[in-house]
């Protein structure tokens, strides 16, 4: 798992420390301090995996220093027995990815941030192949003024920006942001974050001496007290996750729940301007029209003193007559409901056709509950009820939008055709525009229809025998248009049984007469293979 750790700290001799020693330890190598005459020598540790001194440009050139004469020149610069020669930085580097980005990552990560600011890193990978790998970095701290031909640098006063706490901050994100980067190349899922955890409990640095003991076998303090910290930061990450996922189950119902009331809130609308239209309808059909035209007139003539038996007119003994067509009610069954859906296409009679249907359900369930009979899943054809009326008039204008549907207009078409090849029988050898424009149309008329889907893919094929080798006839042609009426007509009675009927119709004679053909072009076999 990648973990973050960043740790900054300077390279003081109040301290005890110095300079070329630090040097000589990061790169495992062997320094002598000039100003002191002691030598500092590493080089017998063997975890060293790259080692770099990486400089600036300045006056918009680059320049190389050796490792030691660079740590010498820094002790010789500073005087005051106090003074801070350097900045550490120890950087853990990601397991999950390999050495050469590892060192890649490295680079990138100094170049950004210290040798772009005028800094000279001395760069140093230890532990590579281990499960400690991590990099040491030693920055100078003062400005370089100048940089002789010879190669010798000139040091300025010291950089105080460069010890700014919101410059370290920065610094640590560009860490964590640089490795995060390298983990999705390497498709890692794991990513770290410079940020101190607030609902996490810190985790301690182990150390080389306690880590050794503990690879032996030997339990330290160090070990333990990092293992129960462990331990305690993986349950709280289980109650985070355990609340983040109660949160979520909660918002899902919250949301679940709002949904359903405003569904249930959309019903009851929906309900409602239907008992409204329904208490119109039976207000209109409880009233005598000849009283509402003579009411105004009778109203007038009381004002003027008139008699009232003088305004009987011819008009008024029309009205007076028996109801008319578009006033008698029709009580629909549940399968002439279900015909008029799918034989309109307009919005506005579909949702009227759909709240009649819904409320012959409604009906239906009603009754059955009273019985105490199981509800079934789905309403009898010939169900209807006298709670379910309209008028002949909207009768006769469900019936009539079954010409205008995609299915209606193909088939008066298909109508056509017929009619055009039986009056102009020479025409019949040679395939016609309007068959064509017919046989492109129909993958969006079974689109757009897809309750027909069938028939029209069947018929299609016949059309296409018709055009192309004439293999059936306008007879049958015919034939199968009245079959598709009564598709159009009832589409949930015929939809299952149209199938079969156009299959054996439409490629009997197909199978027939490419029998044989494919008997005699079959290789005979032998005896031997027979047997």
């Not at 409880?286 to 109203?299: D, F, G, H, L, W």
């Not at 893919?457 to 007879?475: H, I, M, Q």
Request: net charge neutral.
């Amino acid at each position: 798992m990648a973990i973050f750790y960043f740790n900054a700290q300077a390279i003081s001799r109040s301290s005890g420390k110095n300079a070329c020693r630090a040097a000589a330890y990061n790169a495992r190598t062997k320094i002598v301090d000039e100003k002191t005459q002691k030598s500092y020598d590493y080089s017998d540790r063997t975890d060293l995996a790259h080692s770099l001194v990486m400089t600036p440009q300045i006056a918009d050139r680059t320049f190389k220093i050796d490792r030691a004469t660079l740590w010498n020149l820094v002790e010789a610069g500073e005087k005051r027995p106090d003074a801070q020669l350097a900045r550490s930085l120890v950087l853990a580097l990601p397991t999950e990815i390999d050495n050469q980005a590892k060192w890649l990552l490295t680079q990138k990560f100094v170049r950004d941030n210290f040798t772009s600011q005028g800094m000279i890193a001395d760069v140093n990978i230890h532990d590579i192949n281990s499960h400690n790998p991590h990099v040491h970095i030693l920055l100078t701290m003062r400005d370089i003024n100048e940089v002789a031909p010879s190669g010798e640098i000139m040091f300025g006063l010291k950089n105080r920006t460069w010890n700014d706490k919101k410059l370290l901050e920065q610094q640590k994100e560009s860490w964590a942001n640089s490795v995060n980067y390298y983990l999705e190349l390497a498709q890692v899922p794991d990513r770290i974050d410079h940020r101190t955890p607030t609902d996490r409990v810190p985790q301690i640095h182990i150390g080389t001496t306690a880590w050794e003991m503990e690879q032996r076998g030997i339990q330290t303090e160090r070990g333990d007290l990092h293992r129960q910290i462990a331990k305690i930061n993986r349950n709280i990450e289980l109650l985070r996750k355990a609340a983040v996922d109660t949160q979520q189950s909660l918002e899902i119902e919250l949301r679940l729940e709002v949904e359903r009331r405003e569904a249930a809130q959309r019903e009851e609308e929906k309900y409602k301007a239907l008992r409204e239209r329904i208490e119109r309808l039976k207000t209109t059909l409880t009233t005598n029209p000849a009283e509402q035209i003579a009411q105004p007139v009778k109203q007038q003539a009381t004002a003027q003193g008139q008699p009232l038996d003088d305004l009987v007119s011819p008009a008024v003994e029309k009205v007076s007559s028996p109801p008319s067509m578009d006033r008698e009610i029709y009580v629909p069954t549940r399968l002439e409901i279900v015909n008029w859906y799918h034989q309109t296409n307009s919005d506005r009679d579909r949702e009227e056709i759909a709240a009649l249907g819904q409320q012959l359900k409604d009906t239906y369930m009603a009754q059955a509950s009273m019985q105490g009979q199981p509800v079934p899943a789905k309403l009898p054809n010939d169900y209807k009820s006298d709670k379910v009326t309209i008028s002949i008039t909207d009768k006769q204008r469900f019936n009539e939008r079954k010409e205008q549907t995609p299915l209606g207009k193909f088939i008066a078409g298909c109508k056509e055709v017929v009619i055009h090849y039986e009056t102009d029988k020479n025409l019949t050898t040679k395939p016609s525009f309007e068959i064509d424009q017919t046989i492109k149309s129909l993958e969006k008329i079974a689109k757009e229809d897809p309750i027909n889907r069938i028939g029209i893919e069947r018929l299609n094929r016949t059309l296409k025998d018709f055009a192309s080798e004439n293999r059936v006839g306008t007879g049958k042609l015919s034939k199968l248009i009245v079959e598709l009426e009564k598709v159009r007509d009832n589409p949930e009675q015929y939809r299952d049984s149209l199938q079969e009927r156009l299959n054996r119709e439409v490629n009997a004679n197909y199978h027939q007469k490419n029998a044989q053909t494919e008997q005699q072009s079959r290789p005979k076999k032998s005896r031997g293979f027979e047997r």
